[in-house]
Antibody, heavy 120, light 107 residues
Framework: QVQLDQSGPRLVKPSGTLSLTCGISGGSIRSSHWWTWVRQSPGGDLEWIGE???????NYNPSLQSRVNISVDTSRHQFFLKMSSMTAADTAFYFC?????????????WGQGSLVTVSS | DIQMTQSPSTLSVSVGDRVTITCRASQTISDWLAWYQQKPGKVPKVLIYRTSSIMSGVPSRFSGSGAGTEFTLTISSLQPDDFATYYC?????????FGQGTKLEIK
């Protein structure tokens, strides 16, 4: 069973850059075509940030695209999120996730989530 | 972006009730609609994808229906473990988008 383990700083300064890592275990990084980052506001709203294919291709949410970079390292079975110019509005739970075999865009595998707070 | 609107936002229900949650898309998404369940402090769990396909291990009391722009999630007989927040998600057009959630509360 594929498991995702997130890591990275939980506190980011305003105007700083968020860097999160998601490690994949229990299966191949090729077990999912697309590896995804999602965030959830303190009020509960879910927002799709973007995804990376194991070959390196990416798709981003246009609302965040100018600030986001998602990449993959297949040799280390990891994928990454970088989000720049962070503000208080970016305070949220950040999840890494992956498609299962069911259908594209369906998030079957989830990391444990990281509460990221933007504060000085 | 496709806007996903769920109703109601909160539903007060009792064990044994038949529960129906509605999700409307701002434009047609064919049948590319998934449902997730999230309990407090936990990550979302996908229940249904492509409108009506149930994930392995999900109880048969959960079912989904609809097409185009209007979809429903039905729980045939609510169990204590089902008190949670449910989200719909369209998974055909980028960016993928979610509904705002429907919280099931104990009546």
């Amino acid at each position: 069973q594929v498991q995702l383990d997130q890591s990275g700083p939980r506190l980011v300064k305003p105007s700083g850059t968020l860097s999160l890592t998601c490690g994949i275990s229990g299966g191949s990084i090729r077990s999912s075509h697309w590896w995804t980052w999602v965030r959830q506001s303190p009020g509960g709203d879910l927002e799709w940030i973007g995804e990376v294919h194991f070959s390196g291709g990416t798709n981003y949410n246009p609302s965040l695209q100018s600030r986001v970079n998602i990449s993959v390292d297949t040799s280390r079975h990891q994928f990454f999120l970088k989000m720049s110019s962070m503000t208080a509005a970016d305070t949220a739970f950040y999840f890494c996730a992956g498609n299962g075999p069911s259908a594209l865009g369906v998030l079957t595998y989830w990391g444990q989530g990281s509460l990221v707070t933007v504060s000085s | 972006d496709i806007q996903m609107t769920q109703s109601p936002s909160t539903l007060s229900v009792s064990v044994g009730d038949r529960v129906t949650i509605t999700c409307r898309a701002s434009q047609t998404i064919s049948d590319w609609l998934a449902w997730y369940q999230q309990k407090p402090g936990k990550v979302p769990k996908v229940l249904i994808y492509r409108t009506s396909s149930i994930m392995s291990g999900v109880p048969s009391r959960f079912s989904g229906s609809g097409a185009g722009t209007e979809f429903t999630l039905t729980i045939s007989s609510l169990q204590p473990d089902d008190f949670a927040t449910y989200y719909c998600q369209q998974h055909i057009h980028y960016p993928y988008t979610f509904g705002q959630g429907t919280k099931l509360e104990i009546k």
